[in-house]
């Protein structure tokens, strides 16, 4: 998993937001102390606190959200403008949200941990329900009543008959207010806005092709740039001779040590001048390849297990996972523009704060000269977190003194960017006949901990995440290592249900007294699914798994279908219950189950990275398989409102039930237990 | 390079002087500034690069200008007429068949292109037929709803 860089939290200067903003009201808010807390407990910096602005009303009435967060799919950006229009009383279409430019928005550590809806959802809640606070205080005095003898809706504060919109009762002052502690947002049960099925903001760009994506940008004088790639990671240049590409009509060439890039009028004129460097590399010999990774992160220290208790049998297996892309349809790109002074970058990325000191670092200059703008971007999937196309645009731009725009190729998106990491996991249970899971222990190597824990009541149980390392640059992806790390478990469960002579559904029943959310979600999904009431037909099976990570719970039951003669594997259909508490939005909240569930077939069945001598050898759509319309198997989806609890994140833990469930269903049908993802029979 | 090249694109003429074998999707993105159809492999594996060539779908990145000489190039930026959607748009617009939204074009592209020639196709045709187009965000089953929608209501 990516280590994150811990940067300094940099506080906007209130005179430069509000030049930006020409005067409004300014809500500044004071983090909950949950928040601090839970930065402070992984070594984050805190959002900021007290001086920072998350809401502007303007003289017009329009109301300016700003945030930290991007939109790559996930749908924040309607569920911000929800919340914010929600605890204002407004219409959605007076609220805009102005999403991860580092001049304008609170310092945010970035949009990944499925955090936007657990932290700043409520914190956008707080900052709107403290505005309309301070709007009432003040509309009382112009109006002579007091402030509970006011209402808001539309937009406008009402006494009686009299009412004044909202820009003429902020009438472009700021108010500097801290957002009380106490401040009252909205219960779900009351939710006109949020909670409820609304069309996800600026769809009709989408489907018209207007909404400009990084790629799409354009500025005057700006050149397309291509960079340089070793044949192999690690291959330094030996000698280069760029006096041909130099020749070339319009092209620019840029030297930085390693660093070498060419700027042309267009984007293949830039990839023919490349091609005409003559260089000669020094490769790095004895890198490994993808059929030696598992033994290397796994490495060849011993776990040592404890006895198994009287009367408990143990089990013991040992699973791994492949490399696997993000593949992003949008690849990295950047659009850099250098004025002399500041050095302003458009980028799709997940974390522009984290952009921002790379570009400031790799150009030698302080952060405040950095400016990154984040357009709404191409999808993310924990593969945005760094800023490559953002450095390498910035850097080229400053030397030519010329916009530049960097957009990645298909096979350097595959090549160059990072990985969902490879990993092990060995695992080690014991059980009773009766059906009892006693011990428990994971050993982890490489890919990471997330999802490790065991839900299942044991008493003792161990886990660990072993570090390697990694022959290939790696990252975050959703749900980190969750998913991999739930796939050994839930697979290892199953056999431990077999074991017993118990139903699967029956064992983790039994087994999860502790965790009443699982038991909800399991029974969910496999009630719609009619689990226990069917017979397979011939080469199908049925499978189910179920997990919980950042507060959500799910559980996936499949049919699958094994071809008799390929022995190729096919999801015939997927019933998936999730559980994240108070549902923001019905819909899109579907749209990103379903989204995730299918991402999660990719991983577990077809999609694997090979590398052999520091190369990647399917670094194209060609080669490496991601799901199509054909693997799509009937999906449905029950999703369980629990207005009674918080709202957790929803990207990234659907995504964790479907690969054991295929596995289980697999076993199922075939009696073979597949241990690796991604799963394939032998033919 | 130098000599002049004329594409249709959307019922205007375009002189462009440029290499004939520049992709039909640089020409498009770069020269034209129509940014609407996207990159997403290069190889004819994913379907963002989808515009309408003569009424049929063609990837545009592996498409040149000398291909479409004399033809009618469609693009994404032509369906929308005097602010009304096309069916297909409004369609995957009521439908949220998207996400992230990168492979709309190409898809809402694809569409037409299907509904063109099979106005009423099953399930089963609209994959087969989709089969080129990738979403990486997994929208697929509403894309085949979205596109169900449009048949229904007569889109072309
Ligand atoms: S970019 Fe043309 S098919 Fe992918
Ligand atoms: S919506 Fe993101 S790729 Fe289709």
Known sequence: MTTLPVEKSTAISRRALLKLLGGGILVAAAGPAAIAEALSQRNRPAMPQNISAWIHIGKDGRILVLTGKVEVGQNARTSITQAAAEELQVPMSLVTVL??????????????????????????????????????????????????????????????????SYGEVAGGEALTDTIPASIAVTAPNEWKVLGQTVRKVDARDFVTGRHVYAVDMTAKGMLRAKVLRPPSYGAVIESIDTSAAEAMPGVKVVRDSEFVAVAAPSLSAAGKAIAAIKVEWTEKPGQPSSKQVHAILRGTSTIAHPEPVAGAKPLSATYQCAYIAHVPLEPRAALAEWDGTRM?????????????????????????????????????????????AAVEAAKISKALGVPVSVSWSRPEEFEFAYFRPAGVDELFATFTPDGRIVQWECDNFNSGPPGIECPYDTATPRTESHQAKSPLRQGSYRCLGATFNNFARESHVDDLAHACGLDPLAFRIRNLEKSPELQEVLKAAATKFEWGQHTPASNHGFGLACGTEKGGYVATCVEIAVDPKTKAIRVVRA???????????????????????????????????????GKILNPRLSKYRVPRFS????????????????????????????????????????????????????? | MGQKLEIDVN???????????????EALREDLGMTGTKYGCGESRCGACTVLVDGVPTHSCVTTIADVKGAKVQTIESLEKNGTLHPVQEAFLETGAFQCGYCVSGMVMTAVGLLKSNPHPTEAQIVEYMSGNVCRCGAYPRIVEAIQKAAQSGGK
């Open chain 1, 344 to 388: 302003t970058v458009h980028t799709g990325t997940q974390r522009p704060f984290g952009v921002r000191p790379e570009v400031a670092t790799a150009l030698g200059i302080p952060e405040s000269q950095v400016r990154i703008l984040v357009p709404d971007t191409g999808s993310g999937y924990g593969g945005k977190h760094a800023g490559d």
């Open chain 1, 575 to 613: 019933v998936t219950a999730f559980q994240c508490g108070a549902i923001l939005n019905p819909d899109l909240l579907k749209n990103q189950v379903d989204g995730a569930v299918i991402m999660g077939i990719g991983g577990a069945l077809f999609e694997a990275i090979e590398f052999e001598n």
């Open chain 1, 99 to 164: 999403m991860g430019d580092t001049d304008a928005v609170p310092y945010d550590m970035g949009t990944f941990g499925s955090l936007t809806t657990p932290m700043m959802i409520p914190q956008i809640r707080k900052a709107a329900a403290a505005a309309r606070q301070q709007l009432l205080t003040r509309a009382a005095k112009t109006f002579g009543v007091s402030a509970d003898q006011l209402t808001t809706h539309d937009g406008k504060v009402w006494a009686g008959t009299r009412s004044a």
């Open chain 1, 631 to 683: 693997d799509i198997p009937k999906m449905e989806t029950v999703l369980i409102d629990r207005k009674d609890l918080p709202s957790a994140g929803a990207g990234e833990v659907p995504i964790m039930a479907i690969a054991p469930a295929i596995g289980n269903a697999v076993f199922q049908a075939t009696g073979i237990r597949l241990r690796s993802m991604p799963m394939r029979l032998p033919a």
């Open chain 2, 11 to 25: 019922g205007k003429k375009h002189q462009l002087d440029a290499d004939p074998e520049t992709s039909l999707l």
